[in-house]
């Protein structure tokens, strides 16, 4: 057994170790930090207009179409958890896999936009 730490802080005779000693190079760095705060503002935006809809079908309670309205927050729920989970990943991601997260988001944004167009066209 060894009497040295198994990841020295620094060598015996004071130098540092080597930066980048434990990066993997052949693994691509993850750049998109940056973007986190653009997402979850985002992110919040959908959960607006998204409590709007929930306060507007609450005081539709004896309401005739009142499930469609039900599926129609229920669907935009589901295109919101969507786009949750893509904010979540993107700035974790790197190379495809960010590109493919990206394209989440913006399919996402594009559902949520779609139902809630719908939404205003039917409970007008």
Request: with cysteine; hydrophobic share 35%.
């Amino acid at each position: 057994m060894s009497s040295s730490p198994a990841v020295p802080s620094a060598s015996r005779d004071g130098a540092a170790p080597p930066a980048g000693r434990f990066n993997n190079p052949s693994y691509p760095a993850r750049t998109h930090f940056g973007e986190r705060p653009a997402l979850e503002a985002r992110l919040k935006s959908c959960d607006d207009r998204l409590g709007a809809v929930r306060r507007k079908l609450a005081l539709l309670t004896n309401h005739s179409r009142r499930p469609e309205y039900e599926k129609l927050v229920i669907q935009m729920q589901g295109a919101r958890d969507q786009l949750a989970e893509a904010v979540y990943r993107i700035p974790r991601e790197a190379a495809g896999l960010y590109h493919e997260d990206r394209e989440r988001l913006e399919v996402a944004e594009r559902s949520f936009a779609w139902l809630l167009r719908r939404w205003e066209s039917i409970s007008s």
